[in-house]
């Protein structure tokens, strides 16, 4: 019997769609120590699919073909999506990214929900967002934080 959902894959699979995607793939393994698990090329050397492990999770990617409006983050201008990792050491993850060419979009911080947290964008437009559990916090006092936090903060910031 087929499986529906085959055990490799979590209920949720995002597919990254950029500029480049074999260089992408490459980044992806130097920066979150992704392993490429499958790729279909097209006749010209595309990237048309690919598969990488991210730990146990899988991300899908492939190249910009705008003749399809398969379009990734600098064709249409930024990403609203943040992928969220994390890693048992989260300052170590951090600085391999950025040596492999990410961009801080939120400097690396404690922040008041028990993570450690930052945000950066890779070389292709989409934004991760790196953590460390470093605390749990109850409801009573993550509510608490927050509303010091955003307080300080004037309601900006990324939670």
């Known amino acids: ?23 992408a793939i490459t980044f992806y393994g130097e920066a ?8 279909m090329e097209t006749p010209d ?30 064709a249409l201008g930024g990403t609203p999506v943040t992928l969220q990792l994390f890693f048992e050491d989260v300052d170590a993850a951090w600085e391999r990214a950025l040596d492999a060419g990410a961009e801080v979009h939120r400097e690396l911080m404690n ?17 991760w967002g790196l953590a460390q559990r470093i605390e749990e916090v109850g409801e009573e006092e993550m509510k608490r934080r927050a509303a010091e936090w955003f307080a300080r903060a004037g309601g900006e910031g990324e939670g």
């Open 45 to 74: 050397g595309q990237v048309m699919h690919a598969e990488i492990a991210i730990g146990p999770s899988r991300v899908m990617v492939s190249e910009e073909f705008p003749q399809w409006e398969h379009l990734g983050p600098e």
């Open 1 to 23: 019997m087929v499986e529906p959902v085959p055990q490799e894959y979590r209920t949720v699979t995002p597919y990254l769609t950029v500029r480049d995607a074999a260089r």
């Open 111 to 127: 922040a008041f929900w028990g993570d450690r947290y930052g945000t950066l964008v890779d070389p292709f437009g989409h934004r």
């Open 32 to 39: 979150f120590g992704a392993e490429e698990v499958h790729r």
